[in-house]
């Protein structure tokens, strides 16, 4: 580990992408992530890359198609109205199987919406978003040390996979500063070799690459889809990542992730200091979903509240793990507002007296 | 040689000199082209260029969704297959972190004039150092002949019953005079395909916009191909290659309007 620096979580993650290898940035300006865009805009170059500030957001995922397929470890970020605006190019990459890292600084909606912090693209990011059935890794930091740490297992398991990695952040995670340590990394110890499909010229007369998501006959565009999901089941298996926090005796279980998993945890001390035993469960990949680990601590705790900042999003995914087994309850706050930890502590205690503790 | 019923026959082929070889860049294979479509003729012509300048093993090539949507299963180069409209900025992000490589578009009137204005005209305006090659045939042939941003006036398409009405549908828009004007335009030419003779003069204006790239010219080269759509146009090829010569280019000239100043 190297030095400890109080950053942005913006300039954190931007800074971990160019120490992981980062080629290409390709980006567009908007609230609130654009230190990001910025701290590309100054470093990226200087440090043996390629910054290209976009017209659109449409066209920023297309270089990073573009760029990914010549097997250059590439990225873009934005948030909310312009990922939404990516969801084609997304779309196109799953099914050519492009690797590259997404981040989505969440900011509240729909529409314009607000550019405070939400959890609201929680669907969007994790149920495919765009067109036709595919996923994304999907990765919630809830600290600016995971927006760094993050960033290189993101670029890793794209790579592996070949497959879009998004980094689910929020306006105030990208906002905020704390402390960060950048872990030591090998670039060239974890770079994959692409060169058996990369489109780079057909060096010594090799035969033709050619990157498609177009397979008009439908066995085999069924191919393709059984292969997709083929893999993403071989990721759901391999690459699911949770904190569990206090769970071991509790009565309460908390799902949380992200910032919401922030003020969850300050509620979780403040019920322990009043005697109600309170644990977590923060997902950290929220594709691939810690079910299984859920479906066990449902066995153990006599209650769950899910809290999110949204209209309940990720509970959908906390009843489908559990089941009707135990009762599940939802608090969430909208529109850029953030759950405070004594409103948490009082869904608890509803909670309690609800289950008999 | 000798003329039977099946053809023409030649029995010493060995003996003959070859005057024409098909390009190798070419894949050996059918196209999926209408008989009478200019498509095979661009394609051939791109393909020919590209291997007579020995770039073959540097060239990146982005296909678009239309009528060449499959143009990888023709052109025999390293290719990716891009979202409508979005060719030039796949382009942009092969040629930005791959600057040594030759990198071309090939797209037509719907991907890059309607879908794809935005893609097209901050590309040029970047000077990206790519060529990009322009099908105009005025139609949506892929989806079945509707309307496209190039269709003349008056002409009838399948969403344009009663002709296009300039004061309801807009006129056929002139994007390759708007790629003319944008500074970061290095060669911005418009071609047609319809005859020998246009078809000659096509493959040279190719061979310079590749030339350009390969030799690290500041500026992006455009080139149109005024080109045919018997099928949507409900035409013979001979009645379409007519119609290019007494109307389209009357409203699309065909030459260079823009070509760099002497020296640069």
């Avoid at chain 2, 901050?122 to 079945?144: C, D, L, P, Q, S």
Wanted: net charge negative.
């Amino acid at each position: 580990m190297g030095k400890k620096l109080l950053m942005k979580g913006n300039e954190a993650l931007a800074e971990a992408a160019i120490r992981a290898g980062v080629k290409g940035y390709f980006g567009y300006p908007i609230t609130p992530q654009s230190e990001l865009l910025e701290y590309m805009a100054t470093n990226l170059d200087a440090r043996g890359g390629v910054f290209l500030q976009a017209e659109s957001e449409v066209a920023a995922i297309n270089m990073v198609y573009g760029a990914s397929g010549t097997g250059t470890r590439v990225m873009t970020s934005t948030s909310s109205p312009g990922f939404s605006l990516m969801q084609e190019g997304i779309s196109y990459m799953a099914c050519a199987e492009l690797p590259c890292l997404l981040v989505n600084v969440v900011r509240g909606g729909p529409g314009l919406g607000t550019i405070q912090p939400s959890q609201g693209d929680y669907f969007q990011a994790v149920k495919g978003g765009g067109h036709g059935d595919y996923k994304l890794i999907v990765l919630a930091p809830n600290s600016v040390q995971e927006m760094a740490d993050l960033v290189y297992l993101g670029f890793d398991l794209a790579d592996k996979y070949r497959i879009p990695t998004l980094i689910l952040s929020d306006g105030a995670l990208g906002q905020m500063m704390e402390s960060v340590e950048f872990p030591e990394y090998n670039v060239e110890e974890h770079l994959v070799d692409h060169s058996s499909w990369t489109t780079i010229g057909r060096e010594n007369g090799r035969e033709q690459h050619y990157i498609t998501s177009l397979h008009l006959l439908s066995e085999k565009m069924e191919e393709i889809n059984i292969h997709l999901q083929d893999k993403y089941k071989i990721i759901q298996k391999n690459e699911t990542r949770f904190e569990s926090i206090q769970t071991e005796d509790a009565d309460i279980l908390i799902v949380a992730f992200g910032l919401s998993s922030r003020s969850s945890q300050k509620a979780l001390e403040l019920a322990r200091e009043q005697g109600l035993k309170v644990g977590m469960l923060r997902p950290i990949t929220l594709f691939p979903f810690p079910t299984d680990e859920i479906k066990h601590l449902a066995q153990i705790v006599k209650g769950i509240l899910v809290v999110e900042m949204n209209a309940g999003q990720m509970v959908e995914d906390v009843h489908l793990s559990v089941g009707n087994n135990i009762p599940i309850d939802f608090y969430g706050r909208m529109g850029g507002m953030i759950p405070q930890p004594d409103e948490i502590v009082e869904k608890i205690k509803d909670l309690s007296k609800q289950v008999k503790i | 040689m000798e003329t039977t019923r099946e053809g023409i026959v030649c029995n010493n082929l060995d003996q003959m000199d070859v005057v024409f070889e098909r390009t190798k860049v070419l894949h050996d294979t059918p196209t999926s082209y209408c008989p009478g479509c200019g498509h095979s003729v661009a394609h051939r012509l791109i393909m020919e260029v590209i291997d007579e300048l020995g770039i073959l093993e540097n060239t990146i090539g982005v296909a678009p969704v239309g009528c060449s949507v499959f143009a990888y299963h023709f052109m025999n180069v390293d290719m990716q297959q891009a979202a409508h409209g979005r060719a030039t900025a796949v382009a942009t992000g092969i040629k930005r972190v791959l600057p040594d490589k030759i990198v071309f578009t090939y797209q037509g009137d719907g991907d890059l004039a309607a879908i794809g204005t935005a893609e097209t005209i901050h590309t040029i305006n970047r000077g990206e150092k790519i060529v990009i090659i322009f099908i105009n045939n005025g139609i949506y042939g892929m989806t079945g002949g509707q309307m496209a941003p190039t269709t003349l006036e008056g002409d009838v398409t399948s969403t344009t019953p009663q002709g296009r009405n300039t004061l309801i549908q807009g006129h056929a828009i002139k994007i390759t005079e708007m790629a003319a004007i944008m500074d970061g335009a290095y060669y911005v030419t418009r071609q047609a395909v319809n005859s020998a003779i246009a078809v000659r003069k096509c493959k040279k204006a190719i061979k310079q916009a590749f030339q350009n790239q390969i030799d690290g010219k500041n500026g992006t080269n455009f080139v149109e191909i005024v080109s045919n759509c018997p099928s949507g146009w409900k035409m013979t090829p001979i009645e379409a290659n007519r119609k290019i010569d007494e109307e389209v280019i009357k409203y699309y000239p065909l030459g260079d309007l823009k070509t760099p100043p002497k020296g640069a």
